[in-house]
């Protein structure tokens, strides 16, 4: 068994929907953010074995402050407003190393 990581960094972005009029992160632009990651991280050949996940998530139990995801292994929690958003945690957290902090919860 190797010691290596399958995936360098696994993104979860919250898709939890809530039908008792809760805020929650599926009716807050979601399904969007998660597919334009997705896409994102091929365009760039980000994705697969060694790199960087993008997976869609159930309740990560924030959604009172999402939009959410979190990046692991570092542990990093973000919300988000729009593409422009998840753009800018794709280019500085995901590939630059550095934790957008504007965005950080």
């Not at 995936?7 to 979860?12: C, N, T």
């Not at 074995?49 to 990093?76: F, M, S, W």
Request: neutral net charge.
């Amino acid at each position: 068994m190797s010691d290596t990581p399958y995936f360098e960094q696994h993104v979860f972005i919250c898709m939890n929907v809530r039908e008792d009029g809760r805020q929650c992160c599926g009716k807050l632009g979601a399904e969007v953010a998660q597919k334009h990651a997705k896409r994102r991280m091929k365009e760039l050949g980000l994705n697969g074995h060694g790199k960087v996940r993008i997976n869609q998530a159930g309740c990560l139990d924030r959604c009172d402050e999402g939009p959410v995801l979190v990046v692991y292994p570092q542990g990093t929690w973000y919300t988000y407003v729009d593409t422009s958003d998840i753009d800018e945690i794709i280019d500085s957290h995901l590939v630059g190393g550095k934790v957008v902090d504007r965005l950080k919860i």
